[in-house]
């Protein structure tokens, strides 16, 4: 079951996370799918997460992603960062809304991949294009091929999408390199909205082989139990916005807006060539389409991941 902090305890905690990202020299966030819940993103295992529904036998329903819109927090944490109170986000989220909110690409560690960009693997240096739809829509675990062609040298673009049971090796957007840099100089490691039960099993992102009074100060913002908890400086029960709108209070930092129509998303994407519009049925991105997810819609990264290890019921 959740737990949430009352009000007056929540303060008293904020004015500790406020001070330790105050003083420290290296402050990164960890960020997991409880950032996206507010854009109608469901987490996995949350008390209506997928897993926790699954595992219920209800039903899971999936839907188009490409219309969600960064959320509070991830505004707040681009504003950290322009700040200079934080380094580096490591992400374990595939929606791409980091992206999105503006944050820099060159302090991001998407380890999951991000559902809007495709590769060329066969190009050195790896060539990337960032589009505006779901390139998703025809992969699946260890079948990562999108239906298009590099641009370059005529080879199959693949997706970006690391599922369970996979081992990613791309170098971006995954940014493996830089999100273990960020932990070897971390001082304080902020977790929002992750159950760590994935992110634990990344040795290099704890720096445990370091003696226990030199590893970075943990601070951990979920409502419910993860296994990190009992290593925990500081344990914030309470949703992932709240936390950050207050954290910016408490910083005397102005929250920004995020504005559609200068979206990074449009300056990056990479145009389909003649021939190729039929490549998908993913909705398109525009600067002046209304937020909210839309409709259900069948494949991509997300429901194939639903599907996954679903329990037949018993007749």
Request: glycine share 6%; net charge positive; aromatic share 6%.
């Amino acid at each position: 079951m959740p737990v949430i902090d009352e009000p007056e305890e929540l303060r008293r905690k904020i004015n500790l996370l406020a001070a330790a990202i105050q003083d420290a020299q290296y402050p990164v966030i960890y960020s997991g799918a409880g950032i996206s819940t507010a854009a109608s993103i469901p987490d996995y295992r949350g008390p209506n997460g997928v897993w926790t529904l699954l595992q219920s036998g209800r039903d899971v329903s999936t839907a188009d992603l490409s219309e969600a819109e960064p959320t509070l927090t991830h505004m707040c944490i681009t504003q950290l960062y322009k700040e200079k109170l934080v380094q580096h986000v490591v992400s374990q989220n595939c929606d791409g809304l980091h992206l999105r909110s503006s944050f820099p690409r060159k302090a991001l560690s998407e380890l999951h991949g991000n559902m809007y960009i495709e590769v060329c693997t066969y190009c050195s240096p790896n060539r990337e294009y960032v589009r505006l739809f779901d390139v998703t829509e025809r992969t699946s675990l260890h079948r990562h091929n999108t239906g298009r062609k590099c641009h370059k040298c005529g080879s199959e673009l693949r997706d970006t999408i690391v599922h369970f049971g996979e081992k990613g090796t791309l170098e971006q957007p995954l940014n493996w390199k830089a999100a273990a840099e960020a932990a070897r100089k971390a001082d304080v490691i902020i977790c929002l909205g992750s159950s760590l039960k994935v992110l634990k099993k990344y040795a290099c992102l704890w720096c445990m082989s370091r003696v226990p009074h030199k590893r970075p100060k943990l601070y951990i913002v979920n409502l419910q139990w993860t296994p990190k908890d009992f290593v925990a400086t500081l344990k914030i029960h309470a949703k992932c916005d709240d936390v950050m709108q207050l954290l910016l209070e408490e910083l005397h930092l102005d929250i920004p807006h995020y504005d559609r129509s200068k979206d990074p998303i449009f300056s990056l994407a990479t145009q389909l060539r003649p021939g190729e519009e039929d490549s998908h049925s993913r909705k398109l991105l525009s600067k002046d389409s209304p937020g909210g997810v839309g409709s259900a819609v069948s494949g991509g990264w997300y429901g194939k991941g639903c599907a996954k290890g679903r329990r037949k019921k018993k007749i």
